[in-house]
């Protein structure tokens, strides 16, 4: 069942400690600022083989206070991925830790199995939901690795078949470059409701309640 | 202690069975012809915290019948990686399950997730071992997402900072494309060898015997 109650103003769950084990990678960081940290602070975990309804509070918490929108497709205790504000095409997600690492050598132990894990749930789920079955997954690590926003995250990115479109825009948009729309808010909310149930469709026909 | 015995024709251990939840991600593959297939039955496991000397058979397995070289820097019985053949910048890895995966969708979920965890040790081990401390993850599934080997495989691709090398190759060559050079087989060598020494310190540093 769904669940009925919800705390908007939920912190995220305590991280474990980040390793640091590579000391090249740490960077001096306005946390307030992070916008990836605030999509974590305001959008609680749920269960993701049970999502809830796309009007609930959970995944509306700013109902009475409009912004930019997230459309959270995934969010457990550890990661979030929602919807990619200036998609390559339909269908483009984000998945990041919760708590604020940098670089991808920055996240825990359990934080990298779990996006593992994840990125292989949530592949599935967009292929199903945007019935493209080629996609590109990429994370970058570093300004001179094109990394925008310095809270590390895998990017999922939908490849339409090129030759059927006809198109020269996906050849140029190949691995992360070229144009990029903004988000059709109007598309994007059935496109994330469809991307949660399909996640949830995944996790259930694997008899698994966890990614 | 590093493994003294080693058998070159030990084959890849049992696979757990594909979930293929992804009807559309399935081809069918000579199995026999795959690349990194061949790899996988040829290079056993190690214990990655303790990896064997360079000159050990466990790394040369094919040293009586010369073939182009693999340069393996972490095997263990679910996964291998090993440099690129064709690097985009020294120090390119790439990371694969020994299994026969044709995307990340086929994976089965403990791959995925011991591939998440591998990611940042790797990806800790590359920075240490080349001193580049921006990198790329890409990972390509299908021809229209420019996927080559069909075989799932995820990229570790080291970058160099771009202006300070003043070249335009760096920015041609971002997100995978652009020109590859062949590996220099003498200095693949030594890099691979620093590369798993790198992996080790990065567990034993964290206390772990595993992924």
Known sequence: MAPTTYEASLPPP?????????????HDHDIASCPFCRIAAIYAPYDPADPPPAEAEALNPEASAPNPSTFVVLSTPLLVAFLDIMPLSSGHVLLCPREHRPKLT????AEAAEMGGSLRV????????TGVTDWN??????AAAAQVVPHM???????PELRAKGSERFTATMFGRGQRDD???????PLAER????????L???GRAKL
């Not at 920055?106 to 132990?109: E, F, I, L, N, V």
């Not at 997954?137 to 570093?142: C, L, P, R």
């Not at 991307?195 to 995944?202: H, K, L, S």
């Open 14 to 26: 305590p991280g474990t400690t980040s390793p640091s084990f590579d000391p090249g990678t740490h």
């Open 183 to 189: 988000l059709d808010e109007e598309e994007a909310g």
């Open 195 to 202: 991307i949660r149930e399909a996640v949830a469709e995944v």
């Open 153 to 159: 995250h895998f990017h999922v990115i939908p490849r």
């Open 204 to 206: 259930r026909a694997e």
């Open 122 to 129: 949530l592949s599935a789920a967009v292929a199903r939901a």
């Open 137 to 142: 997954v990429v994370q970058n690590n570093g």
């Open 106 to 109: 920055d996240a825990t132990p």
